[in-house]
């Protein structure tokens, strides 16, 4: 098994910026693509970034391109979601998963974290 766990959510003015982290253990070995979804309040979860083993592929929703950079360090086992330009309809909850499959993808995945909520003020 492995678990994730998110920091770095909190509350910040639109056009601010955070720094998601999510921090794997157990069966790290098992782990290549990282991922990061969000969830809304009264919409269903959604795919924010996707990033394979290397970092060599990686993945946007149309929304966050050019405002969210995903990144992963596996020497720390730890994957990031830096996000600036921020936006009032990116409050959420934000989720880490991680997949054994080494294709980035914006659905399979094995693994997820608790989340960690982010909240943009106007």
């Known amino acids: 098994q492995v678990q994730l766990v998110e920091s770095g959510g909190g509350l910040v003015q639109a056009g601010g910026s955070l720094r998601l982290s999510c921090a794997a253990s157990g069966h790290t070995f098992s782990v290549n693509a990282m991922g990061w979804f969000r969830r809304a309040p009264g919409k269903e979860r959604e795919f924010v970034a996707a990033i394979s083993w290397r970092g060599g592929s990686i993945l946007y929703e149309d929304s966050v391109k050019g405002r969210f950079t995903i990144s992963r360090d596996n020497a720390k086992n730890t994957a990031y979601l830096q996000m600036n330009s921020l936006k009032p309809e990116d409050t959420a909850v934000y989720y880490c998963?991680?997949?054994?499959?080494?294709?980035?993808?914006?659905?399979?995945?094995?693994?997820w974290g608790q989340g960690t909520q982010v909240t943009v003020s106007s």
């Open positions: 998963a991680a997949g054994r499959d080494g294709r980035v993808s914006r659905s399979s995945y094995d693994y």
